[in-house]
C-alpha cells in the first residue's frame, strides 16, 4: 500500500512542480532526517505564488524591495505545505533538494545530504493552521512507512547560529503526539515532555 503512494520519490498526494535546484544524494547517504521550516514572501504574506517562483527560479527579484536580500538564491525544499493544507513537491525525496544550508545534527554535517525538507507557509514567531499540520501529519507518516526516517527535526535545530524556523509557535507537541514515532526521533528541547495525548 505505502509503495502505491510513491514513484521514484514523488509523493501521490501531492501536486508536482518540478524545482531545477537540486542534486544527487551522496551515494552512502541514509535518508533518515525531516527537516521542518517555515517561509514566506514576501514575509508574513500568504497565498501568493512568490515561493514556488522562488523553488523554480522564476521570482521577478524587482517585485518587492525584501527580494534584494534573496537575489540570485538558489534553493529549494521536497516540500511545502500551504496555509489551507495543499502540498506541492518539488524534489523527488530520492535526490538531493537545498533547504538546509550549513548544517550539523545527530553528529553529521551537510543535513541536505540525507534530508527531507519541509516547508510550512508560515512566519517564524507566527502560529500555524490546522489545515497545515494535518497535511504535516500525513505526510511525515507516509514519510516514515517508506524511508527510514529516524529523526525530526526544526531548522532551528540543524543550523542554531543562523536559523530560527519553524519557530517557538511551531506546536511540536502536537506533532509528536500525531505520530507514532519515539521521542528519540525528536530535539530534546521538545521531546522531553513525552507524548502526552497518547494512551
Known amino acids: 500500500m505505502a509503495a502505491e503512494l510513491w514513484r521514484d520519490g514523488w509523493w501521490r498526494e501531492?501536486?508536482?512542480?518540478?524545482?531545477?535546484n537540486f542534486g544527487a544524494r551522496p551515494q552512502q547517504a541514509q535518508i533518515d532526517l525531516i527537516v521542518i521550516h517555515s517561509i514566506s514572501l514576501p514575509p508574513g504574506?500568504?497565498?501568493g505564488p512568490e515561493v514556488v517562483q522562488l523553488f523554480t527560479n522564476?521570482?521577478?527579484?524587482?517585485?518587492?524591495?525584501?527580494?534584494?536580500?534573496?537575489?540570485?538564491m538558489e534553493v529549494s525544499a521536497h516540500f511545502f505545505i500551504r496555509r489551507n493544507g495543499d502540498i506541492i513537491?518539488?524534489?523527488s525525496c530520492n535526490d538531493r533538494a537545498w533547504h538546509a544550508?550549513?548544517?550539523s545534527y545527530r553528529g553529521r554535517?551537510?543535513?541536505n545530504d540525507d534530508s527531507i525538507g519541509i516547508e510550512l507557509e508560515g512566519l517564524e514567531g507566527e502560529s500555524f493552521e490546522d489545515a497545515q499540520y494535518a497535511?504535516?501529519?500525513?505526510l511525515c507518516s507516509d514519510l516514515t512507512a517508506h524511508y527510514a526516517i529516524a529523526h525530526i527535526a526544526g531548522h532551528e535545530h540543524i543550523a542554531p547560529s543562523r536559523k530560527k524556523d519553524p519557530g517557538e509557535n511551531f506546536d511540536w507537541h502536537r506533532l509528536i503526539n500525531a505520530l507514532n514515532l519515539p521521542n528519540t526521533?525528536?530535539?530534546a528541547d521538545v521531546s522531553k515532555f513525552q507524548h502526552l495525548q497518547k494512551k
Not at 497535511?135 to 500525513?138: I, P, R, S
Open 14 to 20: 501531492a501536486q508536482p512542480i518540478a524545482s531545477p
Open 45 to 47: 504574506q500568504y497565498g
Open 58 to 72: 522564476q521570482l521577478d527579484w524587482e517585485a518587492h524591495p525584501y527580494f534584494a536580500q534573496i537575489r540570485g
Open 89 to 91: 513537491q518539488f524534489v
Open 101 to 103: 544550508g550549513k548544517s
Open 109 to 111: 554535517d551537510n543535513c
Open 135 to 138: 497535511a504535516l501529519q500525513e
Open 185 to 187: 526521533c525528536f530535539p
